[in-house]
């Protein structure tokens, strides 16, 4: 049997901010390891570039990216265990967050050509 997609009942903005940070983790000097096992901080955001910004060799439209900056939507993440806020500052993710198929990589994380 299949896994089911998407278990925790992700909104669609807790899922396009949760592939994002994902990404952040991926990317070279995204993210610093723990401060638990299995777990990554995030504590630089990329910086907007006109309407949309880097990440690794993606770009991302800035509309892809509301909730990175949304506390409302960082307490969500932590309240269904794949992240931990530090509002405004820094986002750990769990390593189930960092495991969690959002199922949309391939939509918002579009292969840069600059």
Do not use: C
């Amino acid at each position: 049997m299949a896994p089911k997609q998407n278990p925790l009942k992700l909104n669609p903005l807790q899922l396009r901010t949760l592939t994002l940070l994902q990404a952040m983790v991926r990317a070279p000097g995204g993210a610093v390891a723990g401060p638990g096992p299995g777990e990554a901080t995030i504590e630089r955001f990329p910086p907007a570039h006109g309407d949309h910004f880097h990440l690794g060799d993606a770009v991302v439209r800035g509309s892809d990216a509301t909730g990175l900056f949304n506390e409302k939507v960082w307490n969500a993440l932590t309240r269904k265990g794949v992240a931990r806020g530090d509002w405004p500052h820094r986002i750990t993710l769990t390593p189930d967050g960092l495991t969690y198929d959002t199922g949309l990589g391939h939509e918002i994380l579009h292969q840069s050509g600059h």
